[in-house]
């Protein structure tokens, strides 16, 4: 048997040889991605596949070159020149798969298999090219497994690392020799794997002769088998780390859309208050942009509700997204539009003049007000947009937003379907305090910032029948204020709940402690607003008061203003009887002021008549009011009634009351609101 075995220095030349080869392709491949080669693609494409089919067959040949094959021998043309198509072929498509965008986990697998059985192909092929006299070839048919699997390994891990190469901003030169190795060794490895597999025996012969029984073979062997067992586990980390990446990547798209829907309106797709904040926060923090002007057009429909009440919240929904599309439309690049809520929109406008921006809000009122069809219905609506502009007219957020709505209120005063740019007036600023004691108000229920003050309440005698308790708002900033500063915010914003239950719960505990220390203030009476009064809750929270402070129930009073009474007036007997049962006292308050009073008098459950003050004002001898007085007081005497006359602020006024048999007066003639300490002193 003959010994055969390896130049080392050719085969190590070959390995080199596939290396630089390698190296070279994949730089050349990378011109694709750059914009001044756009249109030679297709030519870098082929070069890169010719010069990858080149190294792996050279390598091929020169690694046949360093085996001591026994015999002469020659190499068929054909199946040479095949061999090399072979290779241009799978180069070639190995080039186009790492020219996408990017590389899942079953492109990569799918590539990496195609590629090794081109490198295989190409190798077995060219063996069957190789003509040696007198010889036959043989294979081991789990070497030649083995083989191609090392091919389908490197052919992987080479694909990963070019992966990285392209999108990596650091050690690109690193990642892109550890490619061309990559590559390198899937083509060395399969090939002197391949070589091994093959056994030689001459014709007429028995015995055969392989290419590792040599021991440089055995040596040789050995390095590339533990080679391809460190290609195969590279691929293994490969394949499992583009499955995280794609995970990974899975979850970045994932975030990205949850942090889209955090900020885009669910109904309109547009920006929300979130993406502004977010906006603002970016914008103003630039200190170049600090002398750039930047509108805020806060844009609000006109009677929207009667829209939603007409034709129901399905069409609301439907115009409120035909308006976004519509101003849309017609918005360039330097515009933003957000809804910030309910029909409220807000267009943010940059880099404008005042008169600029003012055109714009014409174009858009024109826009809205054109014809709405939406299920076979014609709506009309029009708008009214307020304009407030940084930094003139605010530098912050906040700021801006509410000077636009002020502004946005005022173009409704004007009649609608109009803009009005924010100017700084009295009524405008009266306006702005109001709306900043509206947000102050949330924090003020939360941290119960209230007190109550107590009025007295007079008998003929004048002795003190009872108090009314009067809530105060102690402001942090702005210090004591009245309720006519802040109940109708207090009632927009509902805020005016929490508040009537907390005077509530603060007169039970005040008339626990006079009970328990008998000083005879009580009854203290509360007034309630339109909106607690018709609460579903009231009466029960009533119950669980005088049954948590363990109070006697009549001396408590209820207040209601007669309006309030007489809106609903079915339910509103049905919530009087309720707290009668429970033993609670019951007044109308500001009577006479409304309309009908007398017709349901008899049939309102009620104990106390307050006559509003507007009787009081002017009365004096002989006049009307004296008139008017008389018959209201006998009137609720006849019906068993208490009379309260408030606002007495005269000696003259109380005199006449109490000849007209007026049983209880309140007023600043006897006593103003005051803190409890200082009623009890």
């Known amino acids: 048997m003959e010994h055969m075995d390896y130049d080392i ?16 392709a994949i730089s050349l491949e990378q011109l694709i991605f750059k914009q001044r080669y756009e249109r030679y693609q297709t030519l870098i494409l082929i070069v890169s596949g010719l010069l990858l089919g080149l190294a792996i067959w050279s390598m091929h040949f020169l690694g046949m070159l360093a085996c001591h094959l026994p015999g002469d021998y020659h190499f068929d043309p054909g199946l040479t020149l095949f061999s090399y198509i072979i290779a241009f ?25 195609l590629m090794g ?16 006299h007198q010889y036959e070839l043989h294979y081991e048919p789990l070497m030649v497994i083995f083989s191609v699997l090392i091919g389908v ?68 062997f050995t390095m590339i088998f533990i080679t391809s067992l460190v290609l195969v586990a590279g691929y293994c980390i490969a394949v499992l780390e583009f499955r995280l990446e794609e995970r990974n990547k899975a979850l970045l798209k994932l975030n990205r859309e949850l942090a889209n829907l955090a900020v885009l309106d669910n109904l309109t797709k547009l920006p929300n208050r979130l993406f502004l904040m977010d906006y603002v926060k970016d914008r103003f923090s630039k200190t170049h942009q600090k002398d750039e002007k930047i509108a805020f057009l806060y844009l609000d429909l006109d009677r929207f509700k009667s829209v939603n009440d007409a034709f129901g919240h399905h069409v609301g929904d439907q115009l409120l997204i035909q308006v976004a599309n519509r101003i849309q439309k017609h918005l360039d690049d330097h515009c933003k539009l957000l809804r910030i809520g309910g029909d409220e929109f807000l267009i943010i406008i940059e880099k404008r003049r005042t008169r600029q921006i003012a055109q714009i809000a014409e174009d858009v009122l024109r826009q809205v007000q054109e014809a709405y069809l939406i299920t076979s219905k014609e709506i009309n609506i029009s708008a009214s947009i307020g304009i407030a502009i940084y930094p003139e007219h605010g530098n912050n957020m906040q700021d801006l937003l509410i000077n636009a709505d002020i502004a946005m209120v005022m173009a409704k005063d004007q009649g609608r379907n109009t803009y009005s740019i924010f ?8 306006t702005r305090s109001q709306s900043k004691l509206i947000n102050d108000l949330y924090k003020a229920v939360e941290e119960q910032q209230f007190v109550l003050f107590y009025q007295a309440k007079y008998a003929a005698n004048l002795n003190i029948c009872g108090v009314e308790a009067l809530i105060r708002w102690q402001h942090p900033t702005f210090g004591l204020l009245s309720p006519h500063m802040f109940i109708d915010g207090a009632e927009k914003t509902g805020l005016i709940i929490p508040m009537g239950y907390w005077a509530l719960e603060q007169a039970c505990k005040q008339i626990q402690i006079w009970e328990a220390t008998q000083t005879v203030l009580y009854p203290i009476a509360v007034n309630l607003s339109a909106i607690q009064f018709e609460n579903k809750h009231l009466v029960g929270t009533l119950e669980k008061l005088i049954r948590k402070y363990q109070i006697r129930p009549n001396h408590l009073i209820i207040e209601i203003t007669e309006s309030t009474a007489m809106r609903h007036i079915d339910s509103s007997i049905a ?24 017709l349901y008098l008899k049939d309102l459950p009620v104990d106390e008549l307050k006559i509003d003050r507007g009787f009081i004002i002017h009365l004096h001898e002989g006049s009307k009011e004296e008139v008017i007085l008389e018959s ?38 006897l006593g103003r609101p005051v803190p409890v300490e200082q009623l009890v002193q």
Not at 9 to 24: P, Q, T
Not at 93 to 109: C, D, K
């Open 632 to 669: 209201i007081i006998h009137l609720a005497t006849k019906l068993g009634l208490k009379v309260t006359a408030e606002g007495v602020e005269t000696q003259l006024q109380a005199d006449i009351l109490i000849r007209l048999g007026c049983q209880q007066l309140q007023g600043y003639l």
């Open 423 to 430: 100017n700084y007036t009295s009524e405008h600023n009266e």
């Open 89 to 113: 072929i799978t180069s070639t498509f190995a080039v186009w798969l790492t020219t996408r965008e990017s590389l899942p986990i079953a492109r990569l697998i799918l590539g990496s298999v």
């Open 153 to 220: 390994s490197g052919s992987g891990l080479a694909f990963s690392l070019i992966f990285k190469y392209k999108n990596a901003t650091k050690n690109r030169i690193l990642i892109q020799i550890a490619a061309a190795i990559a590559m390198a060794l899937a083509i060395v490895g399969l090939h002197y794997t391949g070589m091994s597999a093959t056994f030689f025996s001459q014709q007429g012969v028995t015995s055969s002769l392989s290419l590792y029984q040599a021991g440089h073979g055995l040596f040789l």
């Open 9 to 24: 220095s050719l085969v190590i030349g070959s390995i080199v040889l596939a290396v630089i080869i390698c190296f070279f």
């Open 575 to 598: 919530t009087f009887e309720q707290m009668r049962a429970l033993g609670i006292q019951i007044a109308i308050d500001d009577f006479g002021t409304g309309h009908s009073s007398f």
């Open 117 to 132: 059985l081109g490198i295989a192909g190409m190798h077995y092929t060219g063996m069957m090219g190789l003509i040696l």
